[in-house]
């Protein structure tokens, strides 16, 4: 498989059923800032020295190439193909188990607190905050994608923040508050 197609040249691109659509299309720039959402992870990934923290991020990034599937496939012909490609109440749930287990390691949060700190920290507020943008475009979707496509965005943005505290913790950041 080539890397280059020329498909797009035009200024368009496929989504997974064929349809052409701008490469501005909202859908496009759905799974766009997913797929920038990925690379900020990765780059905090690039910084971690915690492997608990790596394999959680890494299985995220997995997740994530679910979400742009999804994303990419408005008329659900992969994921009835590829189960790798869908997410459910369980990957949510690992969410929210993820949020409980690292909370235990915090203060208590008593105010707001600016985003910055260790490098691998910093990098985790960037990608929540990409993480919100990409919510934010993907309720503007019609047709709406999946309820758990919807809860997953939602809860992993909770998860980057206190990802973000954590890794900050752990590499004696001090936490700066508002």
Sequence with gaps: MKIYTRSGDQGETSLFDGTRVPKDHARVDAYGDVDELNAWLGFARSSLESPDLDRALSQIQRDLFAVGAE????TQKIAARVSKAALGDADIERLE??????EAELPRLRRFI???GA?????IHVARAVCRRAERRIVSLDPLPSGALLRYINRLSDVLFVLARVVNKRAGV???EW
Excluded at 71 to 74: G, R, V
Excluded at 97 to 102: E, G, K, M, R, V
Excluded at 119 to 123: K, Q, R, V
């Design 71 to 74: 994303l990419a496939d408005p």
């Design 97 to 102: 188990q993820l949020i409980d287990t690292w």
């Design 114 to 116: 600016l985003a910055g």
């Design 119 to 123: 490098p691998a920290g910093a990098s």
């Design 174 to 176: 001090v936490e700066i």
